[in-house]
């Protein structure tokens, strides 16, 4: 190979602390070039230097000239900063979301030390303005873990209010692991009838997840703080079958509680009935008249 080819490698420094010393100078002329704006504070915590991109915000933050801004503590000029956080912790704080009177901002936050490796100082980034716009793909995912982590959470305290009487959803949409096209377009109808009072039929091969999706529509419903009452049609005899559903008085047949038994629709009443396994249907034409006429409503189709 010829050494001409290799000229520009010699301009390069061969120590760590001299590498070091020209990746931060390159990435500072990045952050000063390519960033909407920058932000220097002392030791004191006072701001006292900003960059012509960061003069901008000034008047959104009530400043109309840069000599009533600089020299000020930062935390009586820009609201919510984190500056101080990083120059007593000598931790930066790489992404974060920063909310103030400027509007919303995806900012980064360096400390910066001297030769003894004392922080003397911190840097503050504005990476990006209206993040919403910017970086709508992400935060559309962080909004969906949000939610997810919402539900799960309303889920395990309506469990802990009721008790363990009272059957509640073991499952959230976080439980439905996926983020395919097809797992997110399933979440977004699940959720859309979760919020109707439709009966929802859930079709899906066995193992596809359909007693999960039954109890994650349970859980962001507006009945999830009532129970999730399930019945397994197919284990059910035929002949019982209208007694499970409707219950039974005391001494109704030979074998029948004395005390009788409450039914799965009275059961589930202001919450979910889940009925696996739909398809097995009994032979009586007046029990499936009887347990049909709940559902006589339209019915949300969704296949895991």
């Given at each position: 190979?010829?050494s001409d080819?290799l000229?520009y490698?010699t301009?390069l420094?061969?120590?760590g602390?001299?590498?070091?010393?020209?990746?931060?100078?390159?990435?500072?002329?990045?952050?000063a070039?390519?960033?909407e704006?920058?932000?220097?504070v002392?030791?004191?915590?006072?701001?006292?230097?900003i960059?012509?991109?960061?003069?901008?915000?000034?008047p959104?933050?009530?400043?109309?000239?840069e000599?009533d801004?600089v020299?000020?503590?930062?935390v009586?000029v820009?609201?919510?900063?984190?500056?101080?956080n990083?120059?007593?912790?000598?931790k930066?704080?790489?992404i974060d979301?920063l909310?103030?009177?400027?509007?919303?901002?995806?900012?980064?936050?360096?400390?910066?030390r001297?030769?003894?490796?004392?922080?003397?100082?911190?840097?503050?980034?504005?990476?990006f303005?209206?993040?919403?716009?910017?970086?709508r793909?992400?935060?559309?995912?962080?909004?969906?873990?949000?939610?997810?982590?919402?539900?799960a959470?309303?889920?395990?305290?309506?469990?802990r209010?009721?008790?363990?009487?009272l059957?509640q959803?073991?499952?959230?949409f976080?439980?439905?692991?996926?983020?395919?096209?097809v797992?997110?377009?399933?979440?977004?109808?699940?959720?859309?009838?979760?919020?109707?009072?439709?009966?929802?039929l859930?079709?899906?091969?066995?193992?596809t997840?359909k007693?999960?999706?039954?109890?994650?529509?349970?859980a962001?419903?507006?009945?999830a703080?009532?129970?999730l009452?399930s019945?397994?049609?197919?284990?059910?005899?035929?002949?019982?079958?209208?007694a499970?559903?409707?219950?039974?008085?005391?001494g109704?047949?030979?074998?029948?509680?004395?005390?009788?038994?409450?039914g799965?629709?009275?059961?589930?009443?202001?919450g979910?009935?889940?009925?696996p396994?739909?398809?097995?249907?009994?032979?009586?034409?007046?029990?499936?008249?009887k347990?049909?006429?709940p559902?006589?409503?339209?019915?949300?189709?969704?296949t895991?």
């Amino acid at each position: 190979m010829n050494s001409d080819n290799l000229g520009y490698v010699t301009d390069l420094p061969t120590d760590g602390q001299s590498i070091l010393s020209l990746a931060a100078r390159s990435l500072f002329d990045v952050f000063a070039n390519a960033s909407e704006g920058m932000l220097l504070v002392d030791r004191s915590g006072r701001v006292v230097w900003i960059n012509d991109h960061y003069r901008r915000y000034l008047p959104a933050l009530g400043f109309e000239k840069e000599e009533d801004f600089v020299g000020r503590p930062v935390v009586e000029v820009v609201q919510n900063t984190q500056m101080g956080n990083v120059m007593e912790t000598g931790k930066p704080i790489l992404i974060d979301l920063l909310s103030n009177r400027a509007g919303t901002f995806l900012v980064s936050r360096f400390p910066l030390r001297d030769e003894s490796g004392v922080v003397i100082g911190a840097l503050g980034v504005v990476l990006f303005d209206q993040p919403e716009t910017n970086l709508r793909p992400l935060m559309a995912k962080f909004a969906l873990m949000q939610r997810e982590l919402d539900e799960a959470r309303n889920a395990l305290a309506a469990q802990r209010k009721t008790g363990p009487a009272l059957r509640q959803a073991r499952y959230s949409f976080a439980s439905f692991v996926g983020a395919s096209g097809v797992v997110t377009d399933l979440k977004r109808q699940a959720r859309r009838a979760a919020q109707t009072h439709s009966p929802v039929l859930l079709l899906g091969e066995t193992g596809t997840g359909k007693e999960l999706l039954a109890h994650a529509i349970h859980a962001s419903s507006p009945r999830a703080r009532g129970p999730l009452v399930s019945v397994n049609i197919a284990a059910v005899p035929d002949s019982l079958l209208e007694a499970e559903f409707f219950g039974v008085v005391p001494g109704a047949f030979t074998g029948a509680d004395r005390k009788g038994r409450d039914g799965k629709f009275k059961l589930a009443d202001g919450g979910t009935l889940s009925c696996p396994k739909p398809g097995v249907t009994c032979s009586s034409p007046s029990t499936k008249a009887k347990s049909s006429r709940p559902t006589r409503r339209p019915v949300a189709r969704l296949t895991p």
